[in-house]
Each structure stands twice: as C-alpha cells, then as structure tokens.
T-cell receptor, first 115, second 113 residues
C-alpha cells in the first residue's frame, strides 16, 4: 500500500513570498491532517479535514495560511506571505476515519526554509 | 488542556543497554497516549499506543511502555538498544484517539557502539 505522498520535499523562499505544499493521502482515507513541526518542537496540528470539510482549524494562522481539500482526496496548504518564523517541516497525515482507534499515517514532510 | 512533557532532549546509551525515554502527561480526562519514532528525513511512525485496555503496552521493534496513572507517566523502554534505534522519539496525548494529537518536544536517542 502506498503511503502518504508530499511534495516538494524541500523549499527555500524569501520572506513575504508565497508557497504551496501538496499532499496525497493513502487511498480511501477520509481524514487528512496538516501538522507544523518547528525545529526542536513536536508537531502541532494546523488543520484537520474530514473528506472535503474542515473539522478543526483552530491553530491555523488564518491571516496567512490557507488549506483546501476540494475533492476530498489530495490537499494543498498555502502560506501567503511567508514569515521567517514559518520555517519548519510541514507534515501531512491521513487516517481511514475519525474513530478513536484509527491510526494516522504520516508523510515524509516538506521542509520549508524562509530567508 | 492536555499536554505531555518529555524529560531530556537527548539520551545517550550504549548498544545493548537499557533504553528509557520519559514522558509525563497532563490531562483532565482519561487520556489516549502514544509514542512515535521519527528517523532522519522521515515521517512519524507509530511505535505503540495506550487506549485504556492494558497498562503495559507492547509495540514494534521491541519497545514497550507502561501507563502509570498515579505518576501520570508513560515512559518508553527497550531492554537492549540497537544501533538502528537511533532516532527522535515523540510522546503524544489525545482525548479522542488519533484525533487532535498533542506532541511533546521529542527526545533524540543516540546509540553508541
């Protein structure tokens, strides 16, 4: 079974530029998550989708971050404009459903460096 | 609010020695607890999880963890370290299983020959 696919793996941009990350979850997984992992910290949930609807975006900085999952499959996370503090690894994860015992599988992440 | 505290950002052991990675949790409700491992340039992989079924939980690669409510702890152990265990380990807590995981800051395990 193919895992969670993310692209690009690495991205370097200047502050105030825009950037987008893409995630393709495991086939059949209805729930998709985006996490932000700053160096030296644990991952922090940014947004959770159930199919194409948002379940939780309470920690998403909505003035600059946006995410969509239009067809309930793949998803994009956008930052516009980027700040230096956005430098982090952005992890996508997916799970079959939202049940309490449904394991979430993580992709390899996109490492963003803002200079 | 739920949180986990991982004591020690780095732990060094010799190959064959006991591995002990510490995690203490804070939760106002019975928690679900998890340990994840992250190898360099890889995503997170689930090692084991506690979901109230049994206090001693066995995971992959010979790791296990014991839930101790009286100590609010969920420490990760392995009797004998292998070089391949070198990685970063994250403890996480949730109220609702795999939803809304709250991660600790991680512990980097270093294994020397």
């Amino acid at each position: 079974e193919a895992g969670v696919a993310q692209s690009p793996r690495y991205k370097i941009i200047e502050k105030r530029q825009s950037v987008a990350f893409w995630c393709n979850p495991i086939s059949g997984h209805a729930t998709l998550y985006w996490y932000q992992q700053i160096l030296g910290q644990g991952p922090k949930l940014l947004i959770q989708f159930q199919n194409n609807g948002v379940v939780d975006d309470s920690q998403l900085p909505k003035d600059r971050f946006s995410a969509e999952r239009l067809k309930g499959v793949d998803s994009t996370l956008k930052i516009q404009p980027a700040k230096l503090e956005d430098s982090a690894v952005y992890l996508c994860a997916s799970s079959y459903e939202t049940g309490w015992n449904t394991e979430a599988f993580f992709g390899q992440g996109t490492r963003l460096t803002v200079v | 609010a739920q949180s986990v505290t991982q004591l020690g950002s780095h732990v060094s052991v010799s190959e064959g020695a006991l591995v002990l990675l510490r995690c203490n949790y804070s939760s106002s409700v019975p928690p679900y607890l998890f340990w994840y491992v992250q190898y360099p340039n890889q995503g997170l992989q689930l090692l084991l999880k506690y979901t109230s079924a049994a206090t001693l939980v066995k995971g992959i690669n010979g790791f296990e963890a014991e839930f101790k409510k009286s100590e609010t702890s969920f420490h990760l152990t392995k009797p004998s370290a292998h070089m391949s265990d070198a990685a970063e380990y994250f403890c996480a807590v949730s109220r609702v299983g795999f939803q809304k995981l709250v991660f600790g800051t991680g512990t980097r395990l270093l294994v020397s020959p």
